[in-house]
């Protein structure tokens, strides 16, 4: 294994966490400590950087920290490089005629980006989060956990950038704010003030062009990755229309004994069948199994497609959904039939139930599941895991329906929510033939 960074395998998801302290130690994160690799005879070159590799003699060229050359050759060859974080056109945001970001600006990718976001964290602070995606929102709470006086700023009028629908979204944007964590939507940055350091982020208004002025003493640019694919494109290995890295259900990309995996590749969703991009850790180490098997000389192989089963709680407010959302299935020319309910996670007489809020989306010609997405304080990611489990079956809500939940008074209602969504979306369809 050869790793750019000084640490072997660790959580990039826990980031947030190690930020607000909740995880006392960033070095905790690391899954996979050097020794324990070892151990299980995996040599681990940590510090090291690939410079080139010639696919036809099968060697890899890497340069040490000390800048000692060296050469690997090989006989089935990994390319797990992710992605980096994007940085979007905002003028002052890096110093002058470099690419390194300015004093007091941030990225979060890795764990030397967490230390430097941590330095500057503390009560009192003005803190400002350019996005509100899965990272963005994670590190606003962070943030706020230390402290901070959080601003988030969001391009799209989503505050959960494709995750869910806007109606869904909307529920995480009333828990952000009632946090005293203040958020603007449908505001574009344009710039950041400072001269050595940051000091202002600049945005307008997108629908009233107006312009406002956030003072900050340290910001978080959380705008989405991109894939690291300049080794793969040196290799030989096709991009596809995501610009991530061609693989197939092996893992394996063009290029014979050549495998990638993660947040550099692209695979096709399950529902619509485009090749997406997924950036998600469980579809990495999925595929990571699949590729190390098959570099090994097995034959294992990934599903016809991913579900992107993905969930977050951010501010008290558990989101979790599975599937396309209603904009990415009109897209591929599928208006869904939508079964929305409101249900509670216990029984109506039992102490400490909560809301939670159903949306499934359905095949309009054969009530097929095609997603859903859960909205709640408790108790939603697991429930999010049985529509999972339904898409890759290929139930309908006919079917879905009648399913047979658990049921106990201090652990679930009678009839669970998910169940009864599902029932919605039948009477929709039983309306609609009824009037045909």
């Not at 803190?127 to 706020?144: T, Y």
């Not at 996670?345 to 909560?354: I, Q």
Request: hydrophobic letters at 40%.
């Amino acid at each position: 294994m050869i790793e750019r960074e000084n640490y072997p395998q660790y959580s990039r998801c826990g980031l947030p966490y190690g930020i607000s302290g909740v995880i006392p130690e960033l070095t905790n994160l690391i899954e996979a400590p050097e020794e324990r690799l070892k151990k299980n005879r995996i040599g681990v070159m940590l510090g090291t950087e690939v410079t080139s590799v010639d696919p036809g003699s099968k060697v890899v060229h890497a340069r040490k920290a000390d800048g000692a050359e060296v050469e690997l050759p090989y006989d089935s060859l990994v390319l797990a490089t992710g992605a980096m974080a994007w940085v979007p056109n905002i003028k002052g945001a890096f110093k002058d005629g470099s690419k390194e970001l300015k004093q007091g600006v941030f990225v979060l990718r890795t764990i030397e980006d967490a230390r430097g976001i941590q330095s500057l964290a503390s009560k009192g602070k003005r803190a400002v989060v350019v996005g509100a995606g899965l990272v963005g929102l994670e590190v606003a709470e962070a943030l706020m956990v230390r402290g901070c006086k959080v601003t988030i700023i969001e391009y799209l009028s989503n505050c959960i950038l494709a995750m869910v629908d806007d109606d869904m979204a909307q529920m995480m944007a009333d828990a952000i704010r009632g946090h005293d964590v203040k958020m603007f939507n449908e505001y574009e940055v344009t710039e950041i003030l400072g001269d050595d350091r940051a000091n202002c982020v600049v945005a307008v208004d997108r629908k009233t062009k107006e312009e406002r002025t956030f003072y900050a003493d340290l910001i978080v640019i959380a705008t989405g990755q991109r894939g690291e694919t300049m080794l793969a494109k040196q290799v030989g290995c096709d991009v596809g229309n995501t610009k991530q890295i061609v693989v197939d259900d092996r893992c394996e990309t063009c290029m014979k004994d050549v495998f990638s995996v993660g947040d550099c590749t692209e695979y096709p969703d399950l529902i619509t069948g485009t090749p997406t991009v997924s950036g998600l850790g469980t579809i990495a180490v999925k595929m990571a199994m699949v590729a190390g098997i098959n570099a090994a000389g097995g034959d294992e192989r990934l599903p016809k497609g991913f579900l992107q089963t993905r969930a977050t709680e951010p501010f008290g407010c558990q989101v979790a959904a599975v599937g396309p959302t209603s904009a990415q299935l009109e897209q591929h020319g599928i208006k869904p039939i939508i079964g929305k309910v409101r249900g509670f996670t216990l029984p109506d007489y039992f102490p400490g139930r909560k809301e939670i809020y159903v949306k499934v989306l359905a095949h309009p010609d054969d009530g097929k599941i095609l997603g859903a997405q859960i909205v709640g304080e408790d108790r939603v990611h697991m429930r999010v895991n049985a529509y999972a489990v339904a898409l890759q079956a290929g139930m309908t809500v006919h079917e879905f329906a009648q399913l047979e939940t658990a049921y106990c008074p201090p652990a679930a209602p009678t009839m669970d929510v998910i169940t009864i969504a599902c029932e919605a979306v039948r009477l929709k369809l039983a309306r609609g033939a009824a009037k045909n």
